[in-house]
């Protein structure tokens, strides 16, 4: 297969977009001849057939499609580019795109997120939120820088990414006061019958928080299940239920709801991870990010932050 040109792609992909060789040509300036020929110069350097005829149109081949795929990312990462240096002179803010997995307790992204925002150069933080599966897709093709997710990136994406982990630890349950002063027992013993806020399916320590119950022969009376932890911690604020946090927030989310300890586990761990297209950090923001969750806010050693085997 010949080294792709990409003078030749690109006339495939105004041929794809519109709709067929005449009206490419009028785009393009170009005799509907040159066009076509150049298509075949595409065709014979990636040994694939790109269209078929079906009457008086063309139609993507399979491969055809596959590349056409290819191609929308890599012109639309151009037209950003000529955007953005449009847009976004060399003295402005470097910009760090960050997605946050909505499943992420809030005070957690904003510790591990406050160090990037302590750098020399300083950066133009753009955070968005969503599920994992949808943040992933767009750190692939490159709009975002990267991930903070409870979990690694999980094998069934064919993207190439690697997932670092920033830090671990246990959990711990707070109630309102009024509701704390009415399970006062042994932990982990009063979680018994009492009223419990769980996190939604999504959350990777769902099913380790139940099964260890489970294991405890523990029967909470769950009255709410919530996908985003702010709105559950807000639940536990105003003494609807018992909420688990990660132990190493545990101090802020208590200044934040006013809550009570009851008690705390180990045996049940939760985990977060940046996930970046990189297998070693170099972004400044990230490394920030990295070095800042290992030695503050979860003391990890530093042989304990290693990527996990990439997602291919």
Not at 55 to 83: D, K, P, S, W
Not at 233 to 261: C, D, R, W
Request: aromatic letters at 6%.
């Amino acid at each position: 297969m010949s080294a792709l040109n990409y003078k030749h792609l690109h006339y495939f992909w105004v041929v794809a977009k519109a709709g067929g060789v005449g009206k490419a040509a009028e785009r393009l300036h170009l005799t509907p001849q040159s066009i076509s020929g150049q298509l075949g110069v595409l065709e014979e350097a990636l040994a694939t057939q790109l269209f078929r005829r079906s009457g008086r149109t063309l139609e993507l081949t399979e491969a055809g499609r596959l590349v056409l795929g290819y191609a929308e990312e890599i012109f639309v990462l151009g037209e950003e580019l000529q955007e953005a240096l449009r847009h976004h002179p060399a003295s402005r803010s470097m910009q760090f795109r960050v997605g946050i997995a909505d499943v992420v307790p809030k005070s957690v992204a904003y510790r591990l997120l406050e160090p990037a925002m302590r750098i020399e150069e300083k950066p133009r933080l753009l955070c968005r939120e969503g599920r994992l599966d949808s943040l992933l897709g767009e750190l692939a093709v490159h709009l975002l820088d990267l991930v903070i997710a409870d979990r690694p990136m999980p094998s069934k994406f064919n993207v190439r990414g690697f997932s670092h982990l920033l830090g671990e630890c246990g959990l711990t349950f707070l109630a309102a006061p009024a509701l704390a002063a009415a399970y006062d027992g042994r932990f982990p013993q009063l979680l018994d019958s009492a009223p419990l806020l769980l996190p939604g399916e999504d959350a990777a320590v769902r099913p380790k928080l139940v099964r260890w119950l489970d294991e405890q022969r523990i029967r909470p009376r769950i009255v709410g299940e919530f996908d985003d932890s702010a709105l559950l911690n807000a639940f536990g604020k105003e003494g609807v239920g018992i909420y688990a946090v990660p132990s190493a927030i545990t101090h802020l989310v208590q200044q934040q709801s006013g809550g009570m300890i009851l008690g705390h586990t180990n045996a049940v761990i939760e985990q977060f991870y940046a996930i970046s297209t990189e297998r070693r950090l170099t972004h400044p923001a990230v490394l920030a990010i990295s070095n800042a969750a290992r030695q503050e806010m979860f003391g990890l050693s530093a042989t304990d932050i290693l990527p996990e085997r990439p997602q291919t």
